[in-house]
Protein backbone atom coordinates (compact mmCIF):
# COMPACT_ATOMS: atom_id res chain seq x y z
CA UNK A 1 0.00 0.00 0.00
CA UNK A 2 0.89 3.72 -0.50
CA UNK A 3 3.24 5.11 2.23
CA UNK A 4 4.84 8.70 2.91
CA UNK A 5 7.98 9.76 4.60
CA UNK A 6 9.20 12.66 5.66
CA UNK A 7 12.68 14.43 5.42
CA UNK A 8 14.98 17.12 6.35
CA UNK A 9 16.56 19.04 8.66
CA UNK A 10 15.43 18.71 12.44
CA UNK A 11 16.79 22.44 13.25
CA UNK A 12 16.83 25.44 11.09
CA UNK A 13 17.94 28.83 12.16
CA UNK A 14 15.54 31.64 13.05
CA UNK A 15 15.31 33.74 9.19
CA UNK A 16 16.30 30.93 7.50
CA UNK A 17 14.13 28.52 5.25
CA UNK A 18 13.14 25.31 5.91
CA UNK A 19 12.95 22.28 3.54
CA UNK A 20 11.30 19.38 3.72
CA UNK A 21 11.04 15.98 1.19
CA UNK A 22 7.99 13.36 1.07
CA UNK A 23 9.20 10.15 -0.21
CA UNK A 24 5.94 8.36 -1.94
CA UNK A 25 6.15 4.82 -2.25
CA UNK A 26 4.05 1.61 -3.09
CA UNK A 27 2.34 3.88 -5.66
CA UNK A 28 2.66 6.45 -7.88
CA UNK A 29 2.78 10.24 -7.32
CA UNK A 30 1.83 10.97 -10.77
CA UNK A 31 -1.92 9.50 -10.76
CA UNK A 32 -4.92 12.38 -11.12
CA UNK A 33 -6.88 10.80 -8.50
CA UNK A 34 -4.63 12.93 -5.51
CA UNK A 35 -2.87 15.90 -4.54
CA UNK A 36 -0.67 15.94 -2.08
CA UNK A 37 -0.62 18.20 1.06
CA UNK A 38 1.90 19.46 3.79
CA UNK A 39 0.12 19.51 7.20
CA UNK A 40 1.52 20.58 10.88
CA UNK A 41 1.00 20.58 14.43
CA UNK A 42 3.10 22.65 17.04
CA UNK A 43 3.64 20.46 19.64
CA UNK A 44 0.52 19.83 22.48
CA UNK A 45 -1.37 21.98 19.79
CA UNK A 46 -4.55 21.17 16.53
CA UNK A 47 -3.57 20.14 12.96
CA UNK A 48 -3.05 23.35 10.33
CA UNK A 49 -2.92 22.59 6.73
CA UNK A 50 0.11 24.12 5.48
CA UNK A 51 -0.78 23.56 1.31
CA UNK A 52 -0.98 20.92 -1.66
CA UNK A 53 0.60 20.80 -5.08
CA UNK A 54 -1.08 18.71 -8.04
CA UNK A 55 0.52 16.51 -10.06
CA UNK A 56 0.93 18.93 -12.82
CA UNK A 57 2.94 21.64 -9.96
CA UNK A 58 0.15 23.61 -9.68
CA UNK A 59 -0.07 24.68 -5.81
CA UNK A 60 -2.40 25.91 -3.46
CA UNK A 61 -0.58 26.91 -0.05
CA UNK A 62 -2.59 28.09 2.98
CA UNK A 63 -3.14 31.38 1.81
CA UNK A 64 -2.31 32.65 6.07
CA UNK A 65 1.70 31.38 5.02
CA UNK A 66 1.04 32.22 1.24
CA UNK A 67 4.29 34.29 0.61
CA UNK A 68 6.15 32.00 2.45
CA UNK A 69 5.44 28.83 1.41
CA UNK A 70 6.37 26.70 -2.01
CA UNK A 71 5.28 23.36 -2.35
CA UNK A 72 6.55 21.44 -5.54
CA UNK A 73 6.53 17.86 -6.83
CA UNK A 74 8.93 15.89 -8.67
CA UNK A 75 7.65 12.89 -10.58
CA UNK A 76 10.49 11.61 -11.27
CA UNK A 77 11.84 10.90 -7.76
CA UNK A 78 7.95 10.29 -6.81
CA UNK A 79 8.49 13.16 -4.64
CA UNK A 80 7.26 16.62 -3.41
CA UNK A 81 8.70 19.11 -1.18
CA UNK A 82 8.01 22.12 1.33
CA UNK A 83 9.75 25.36 2.17
CA UNK A 84 8.54 27.55 4.08
CA UNK A 85 10.82 31.06 4.22
CA UNK A 86 11.81 33.72 6.73
CA UNK A 87 10.36 30.95 9.71
CA UNK A 88 10.08 31.75 13.24
CA UNK A 89 9.95 30.31 16.94
CA UNK A 90 6.24 29.81 15.60
CA UNK A 91 6.89 27.82 13.32
CA UNK A 92 8.26 24.81 15.20
CA UNK A 93 6.31 21.81 14.59
CA UNK A 94 5.86 18.26 13.69
CA UNK A 95 5.42 18.91 10.03
CA UNK A 96 2.94 15.96 8.05
CA UNK A 97 2.94 14.97 4.95
CA UNK A 98 -0.09 13.41 3.43
CA UNK A 99 -2.53 12.22 0.33
CA UNK A 100 -5.33 14.28 -0.47
CA UNK A 101 -7.90 12.09 -2.08
CA UNK A 102 -11.05 13.26 -4.44
CA UNK A 103 -13.03 13.85 -1.40
CA UNK A 104 -10.50 16.06 -0.41
CA UNK A 105 -9.26 13.80 2.89
CA UNK A 106 -6.15 13.10 4.00
CA UNK A 107 -6.60 9.54 3.52
CA UNK A 108 -2.45 8.37 3.88
CA UNK A 109 -0.28 10.01 6.42
CA UNK A 110 3.62 9.66 7.06
CA UNK A 111 4.99 9.84 10.60
CA UNK A 112 5.72 13.24 10.90
CA UNK A 113 9.17 14.78 10.74
CA UNK A 114 9.74 17.50 14.07
CA UNK A 115 11.32 20.63 13.33
CA UNK A 116 12.45 23.07 15.39
CA UNK A 117 13.49 26.51 14.82
CA UNK A 118 16.31 27.88 17.61
CA UNK A 119 19.40 29.11 16.83
CA UNK B 1 -9.06 30.20 17.39
CA UNK B 2 -10.14 27.60 15.10
CA UNK B 3 -12.91 27.97 12.60
CA UNK B 4 -14.25 24.58 13.16
CA UNK B 5 -15.47 24.46 17.08
CA UNK B 6 -15.05 20.85 19.09
CA UNK B 7 -15.58 20.09 22.46
CA UNK B 8 -11.83 20.10 24.52
CA UNK B 9 -12.33 17.06 26.14
CA UNK B 10 -14.84 14.33 26.08
CA UNK B 11 -15.86 10.82 28.29
CA UNK B 12 -17.46 7.80 28.66
CA UNK B 13 -17.01 4.35 29.88
CA UNK B 14 -16.31 1.21 28.45
CA UNK B 15 -19.42 0.23 26.54
CA UNK B 16 -20.77 3.43 26.38
CA UNK B 17 -21.87 5.52 23.51
CA UNK B 18 -19.85 9.15 23.30
CA UNK B 19 -20.44 12.05 20.54
CA UNK B 20 -17.95 14.58 19.19
CA UNK B 21 -19.86 18.22 17.62
CA UNK B 22 -17.42 20.00 15.29
CA UNK B 23 -19.52 23.43 14.65
CA UNK B 24 -18.67 25.23 11.87
CA UNK B 25 -20.37 28.27 9.69
CA UNK B 26 -22.05 29.32 6.44
CA UNK B 27 -18.31 29.53 4.89
CA UNK B 28 -17.66 25.87 5.73
CA UNK B 29 -19.85 22.95 6.74
CA UNK B 30 -22.63 25.08 6.06
CA UNK B 31 -21.43 25.67 2.60
CA UNK B 32 -22.04 22.22 1.70
CA UNK B 33 -18.33 21.44 2.08
CA UNK B 34 -17.60 17.53 2.94
CA UNK B 35 -16.19 16.78 6.52
CA UNK B 36 -13.59 14.07 7.50
CA UNK B 37 -12.74 12.72 10.53
CA UNK B 38 -9.34 11.74 12.43
CA UNK B 39 -8.10 10.06 15.01
CA UNK B 40 -4.54 10.73 16.34
CA UNK B 41 -3.51 8.00 18.96
CA UNK B 42 -0.91 9.71 21.20
CA UNK B 43 2.82 10.47 19.70
CA UNK B 44 1.29 9.37 16.30
CA UNK B 45 0.00 10.61 12.74
CA UNK B 46 -3.55 10.96 12.44
CA UNK B 47 -5.00 8.41 11.02
CA UNK B 48 -8.48 8.73 8.94
CA UNK B 49 -11.50 7.70 10.82
CA UNK B 50 -14.31 9.38 8.57
CA UNK B 51 -14.63 10.76 5.55
CA UNK B 52 -17.25 12.51 3.56
CA UNK B 53 -19.39 13.16 6.49
CA UNK B 54 -20.18 9.20 7.26
CA UNK B 55 -17.94 6.77 4.73
CA UNK B 56 -15.15 4.78 6.97
CA UNK B 57 -12.28 4.04 5.00
CA UNK B 58 -11.41 -0.35 4.74
CA UNK B 59 -10.41 -1.24 8.56
CA UNK B 60 -12.20 1.25 10.55
CA UNK B 61 -15.04 -0.37 12.76
CA UNK B 62 -18.51 0.52 12.35
CA UNK B 63 -18.58 1.38 15.95
CA UNK B 64 -17.60 4.69 14.52
CA UNK B 65 -20.17 6.93 12.62
CA UNK B 66 -20.24 10.39 11.47
CA UNK B 67 -22.98 12.41 10.14
CA UNK B 68 -23.85 16.48 9.50
CA UNK B 69 -26.66 18.63 9.84
CA UNK B 70 -26.60 22.61 8.81
CA UNK B 71 -23.66 24.10 10.12
CA UNK B 72 -22.35 21.43 12.18
CA UNK B 73 -21.16 17.89 12.18
CA UNK B 74 -20.83 14.86 14.89
CA UNK B 75 -18.93 12.08 15.24
CA UNK B 76 -20.60 9.17 17.36
CA UNK B 77 -18.50 6.24 18.97
CA UNK B 78 -20.41 3.38 20.12
CA UNK B 79 -19.53 0.62 22.29
CA UNK B 80 -16.64 2.47 23.75
CA UNK B 81 -13.10 0.44 24.16
CA UNK B 82 -10.03 1.38 25.77
CA UNK B 83 -8.15 1.84 22.85
CA UNK B 84 -10.70 5.02 21.67
CA UNK B 85 -8.87 6.94 23.77
CA UNK B 86 -7.10 9.67 21.47
CA UNK B 87 -7.52 13.00 19.97
CA UNK B 88 -10.16 13.39 17.08
CA UNK B 89 -9.99 16.08 14.55
CA UNK B 90 -12.72 17.20 12.14
CA UNK B 91 -11.53 18.55 8.67
CA UNK B 92 -13.34 20.66 5.66
CA UNK B 93 -12.87 23.80 3.48
CA UNK B 94 -13.76 27.36 4.37
CA UNK B 95 -14.17 29.27 1.11
CA UNK B 96 -13.68 32.62 3.45
CA UNK B 97 -10.45 31.22 3.93
CA UNK B 98 -9.52 29.26 0.91
CA UNK B 99 -8.22 26.73 2.99
CA UNK B 100 -8.74 23.31 4.59
CA UNK B 101 -8.60 23.85 7.65
CA UNK B 102 -9.27 21.77 11.15
CA UNK B 103 -11.26 21.68 14.15
CA UNK B 104 -9.15 22.51 17.25
CA UNK B 105 -9.50 18.22 18.25
CA UNK B 106 -11.05 16.90 21.19
CA UNK B 107 -9.62 14.80 23.63
CA UNK B 108 -11.45 11.18 24.14
CA UNK B 109 -10.88 9.54 27.80
CA UNK B 110 -12.54 5.97 28.42
CA UNK B 111 -12.92 6.39 31.68
Known amino acids: QVQLQESGPGLVQPSQTLSLTCTVS??????????WSWIRQPAGKGLEWVGR???????NPNPSLKSRVTISVDATKNQFSLKLSSVTAADTAVYYC???????????WGQGTTVTVSS | QSVLTQPPSVSGAPGQRVTISCTGS?????????VHWYQQLPGTAPKLLIY???SRPSGVPDRFSGSKSGTSASLAISGLQAEDEADYYC???????????FGGGTKLTVL
Open chain 1, 98 to 108: ARMNWGFAMDV
Open chain 1, 26 to 35: GGSISSSDYS
Open chain 1, 53 to 59: VFLRGSA
Open chain 2, 26 to 34: SSNIGAGYD
Open chain 2, 52 to 54: TGS
Open chain 2, 91 to 101: QSFDNSLSAWV
